[in-house]
């Protein structure tokens, strides 16, 4: 059976450090603040963005909740962010995601401050993690890193491969993974004999968005198995991308879901925001 990595004590571990330095900063007279926006009433949106609150209230952060309706049009969304990015208290600024169909989530993203953006969604930010030279590491792969690290493996040489090739997670994952030396393979429902594939990973990051995808016998004996899926079952439980029963008897070390990556990715987006704080605060 392999070991169980708990992302919760983890973001937990995180988040102390963070609370320290959020401590020192205030004592040089730098507050640290957090803008949330979300629009519409999306339950798994909302319990996301409580979830930052409550840990920007853990950590000392100021947090600023913009909950607008739906029917929200993009120009009064953009508005916000236009005025969230001239706002001195505000140092990060996230919009949730999904946004409703009606407007477009690449325009908005592109009007976020760069240096404010600590999702690290803005094209800007996008290019310098492709370069290898950024300054906020977007927040689900900077967890899963850290999940990686605690499992005592280390990336250099490894087969690494992701199955899941969205903006959020699966592309900058793989980015965070080559930068560690990995040898990294993204998969994706094209894929062909996708078994095999994951079956030849050392580190096996899933972020698919399917309930159970990964079974025990699609990875290899003693693998780092890291689950991103976060699924809701007609029953309510939660659940992951990962068949954890049969996975867990193969893997080496393998994440939970509750209580893996999701706790560690909102720990990354405070790390992003005390990062965004320090660098602006001599503008
Ligand atoms: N929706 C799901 N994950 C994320 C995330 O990391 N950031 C934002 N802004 N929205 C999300």
Same mark, same amino acid.
């Not at 594939?197 to 990875?219: E, H, Q, R, S, Y």
């Given at each position: ?34 803008? *949330? ?11 996301? *963005? ?40 505000? =140092? ?38 492709? *370069? ?79 309930? =159970? ?71």
């Amino acid at each position: 059976m392999g070991q169980i990595i708990d992302g919760k004590a983890v973001s937990a571990k995180v988040k102390e450090e963070i609370r320290l330095e959020t401590e020192k900063l205030k004592e040089q007279g730098i507050e640290i603040g957090l803008a *949330v926006v979300i629009v519409g009433d999306d339950p798994a949106s909302q319990v996301y *963005v409580r979830n930052k609150e409550k840990a920007c209230e853990t950590v000392g952060f100021n947090s600023f909740k913009y909950a607008l309706p739906a029917e929200t049009t993009e120009e009064e969304l953009l508005n916000v962010v236009k005025e969230l990015n001239e706002d001195k208290n505000v =140092n990060g600024i996230l919009v949730q995601l999904p946004l409703p169909k009606h407007i477009d989530e690449k325009t908005i993203i592109n009007a976020i401050a760069p240096n404010k953006d600590v999702d690290a969604f803005h094209p800007v930010n996008v290019g310098k993690i492709m *370069v290898g030279n950024y300054d906020f590491v977007p927040c689900t792969p900077a967890g899963v890193m850290e999940l990686i690290k605690e499992s005592g493996i280390d990336v250099s040489g490894k087969e690494c491969v992701i199955v899941g090739r969205s903006n959020i997670v699966g592309k900058p994952q793989a980015m965070l993974l080559l930068h560690q030396n990995g040898t990294v393979t993204i998969c994706h429902s094209k894929t062909k004999n996708l078994a095999e594939k994951t079956k030849n990973a050392d580190i096996l990051v899933a972020a698919v968005g399917i309930p =159970n995808f990964i079974k025990g016998d699609m990875i290899k004996e003693g693998a780092v198995v890291i689950d991103v899926g976060i699924n809701r079952l007609e029953n309510k439980k939660l659940c992951g991308d990962v068949e954890f029963e049969s996975a867990e008897k193969v893997a080496g070390a393998i994440t939970p879901v509750p209580g893996g990556v999701g706790p560690m990715t909102i720990a990354m987006l405070m790390k992003n925001t005390v990062k965004a704080a320090i660098l602006n605060k001599s503008k």
